[in-house]
């Protein structure tokens, strides 16, 4: 397989697997995502449906390449958000804790922090993770999409 072949793979198998570690960190150890972390699943969902056209709709190259930039957008937002995790910057929401009396019914409430990592590994968030994998190998999938021989 060609590095073209591979990045078009990547442009599907990159957010896939990102999601898919989102979902069983949610469902699984009940790791609830505030509102930045769902900003950065959209992208990822993009990306899902624009590297799927890349494999059955030309050009190929141009799908792969929005796919990567799906994919580095995602990892963007992630890095913004890390930085309102480790305190650098305020976040651009009211992602905050409900305080006082709070009605459970009231799911406009905002229940988990932005500014507050759910997970951490050697100091990095989910948020810094996504920002680490996906603004490398979305860059990455871009560079070699608009690569021609």
């Not at 990045?7 to 790791?31: E, N």
């Not at 994919?71 to 305190?87: C, K, Q, R, T, W």
């Not at 905002?110 to 490398?136: E, H």
């Amino acid at each position: 397989m060609d590095s073209f072949g591979k990045a078009r793979l990547a442009a599907v198998l990159v957010p896939a697997a990102l999601l898919g570690a989102v979902y069983v960190a949610q469902y699984g150890f009940g790791l609830h995502p505030c509102e930045m972390c769902w900003w950065q699943r959209y992208p990822h969902f993009v990306a899902l449906g624009l590297g799927a056209l890349a494999f059955i709709a030309p050009p190929a190259r141009v799908w792969t390449g929005l796919a990567g930039l799906a994919i580095l957008v995602s990892g963007l937002i992630g890095g913004f958000h890390a930085g309102v995790e480790y305190g650098w910057w305020e976040g651009i929401t009211a992602c905050a804790a409900p305080t006082g009396n709070v009605d459970l019914m009231d799911f406009s409430a905002v229940q988990v922090r932005c500014d507050v990592p759910a997970w951490t590994l050697l100091g990095i968030s989910l948020a810094g993770f996504n920002f680490l994998i996906s603004s490398t190998l979305g860059a990455a999938i871009v560079l070699v999409s608009a690569y021609r021989k």
